[in-house]
């Protein structure tokens, strides 16, 4: 389109839908990139504290400018005549970097998938501040109580640089804790968005998602039990609560999901919480990349045999 006086916006989306086709062109929104070799020079050069943190104010925006100052003058016309010479560009300003912030600590899980402490952000200005991006405890189906223990274990390594062994012990502690919520506290947030046909009470047809058959349990137990005038059925559209039950109840049934702040009390003495399946869910799946990104070693509290070689 040629150069433009319009503004650009980066937009931050959840999950991996930042890409995607246009008019047959595959595009993606933005991408970013990490000098901390510039930054590591900038610190040895001067003689400063390994962690920016302990900088002063005075050296932080010292360090802004000079890290500016490379993405102005080496970073960008260096990748700016690499579009014009190996892409034959007549526009090499397509591509152009800008700092954003200059991070202290950082969790990199996978694109766009992070957490980092900002310590000097746009403007310049000195801060001290977690962002995350992309990451479950920032979205919006993820208990309150669930995303407390998240970011508990996520601030534990940018902020207090927690080791694997800072990492277990309060993971072991979390479970305990998790094994006590109730069920508001531990429920996924859903959106029932297709009904799918129920071939029969409780039973459902082939290929069915979880929160469909979650929502079609819940209304037939519920006019099955005659509490349909107590509690609102569940209708295509609702934000629900889902989690995961027991199969060894009366219903054989494995997932419930209910109306927010509706969950019947008679459903008390007819259903445990799966509390494995939910630590699973919630955390476990949740934490893998985390380990990857950190190092640290595979550890499940429900399992307590498992350790590190040094422990021996």
């Known amino acids: 389109t040629g150069k433009t ?65 490379f993405v102005e003058n080496d970073l960008n016309p260096y990748v700016q005549n690499l579009v014009k010479e190996k892409y034959r560009s007549e526009n090499p300003g397509v591509l152009r970097y800008s700092l954003e912030y200059i991070a202290d600590t950082g969790i990199y899980e996978s694109k766009k998938h992070y957490g980092v402490r900002k310590i000097v952000s746009e403007g310049p200005e000195v801060v001290d501040k977690i962002k ?26 940018l902020t207090k640089r927690w080791k694997s062994d800072d990492f277990r012990k309060y993971l072991s502690a979390a479970y305990e804790k998790f094994i006590r919520l109730g069920v508001d506290e531990i429920a996924f947030w859903k959106g029932y968005g297709t009904e799918r046909e129920s071939t029969g009470f409780l039973e459902m047809m082939k290929g069915t998602t979880g929160i469909a058959k979650a929502c079609t349990f819940y209304n037939q137990i ?69 380990l990857v990104a950190t190092g640290f070693p595979n550890f499940d509290p429900r399992n307590m045999n498992m350790m590190e070689i040094d422990d021996l």
């Not at 990139?33 to 900088?55: A, H, M, V």
Request: charged share 30%; hydrophobic share 40%.
């Open 222 to 290: 519920i006019d099955k039990m005659g509490l349909g005038k107590l509690y609102d059925h569940i209708l295509v559209g609702d934000k629900v609560r889902f989690l995961y039950v027991k199969p060894s109840n009366k219903f054989a049934i494995n997932v419930l999901a209910y109306k927010p702040d509706q969950y019947p009390k008679e459903f008390g003495e007819i259903f445990q919480i799966d509390y494995d399946v939910m630590w699973e869910k919630l955390i476990i799946n949740t934490l893998r990349n985390f």
């Open 132 to 157: 995350y991006s992309g990451i479950e405890l920032k979205k919006g189906n993820v208990p309150p109580m669930v995303k407390e223990i998240l970011g508990d274990i996520y601030g534990g390594v």
């Open 5 to 69: 006086e319009e503004w650009v916006y980066d937009i931050e989306v959840d999950d991996d839908g930042h890409c995607f086709y246009a008019d047959n062109i595959l595009v993606h929104n933005s991408q970013f990139i990490s000098i901390r070799c510039i930054t590591d020079f900038f610190r040895r050069q001067n003689n400063l504290p390994e962690n920016l943190i302990d900088w002063s104010d005075e050296w932080k925006l010292k360090l802004w400018k000079y890290v500016e100052d």
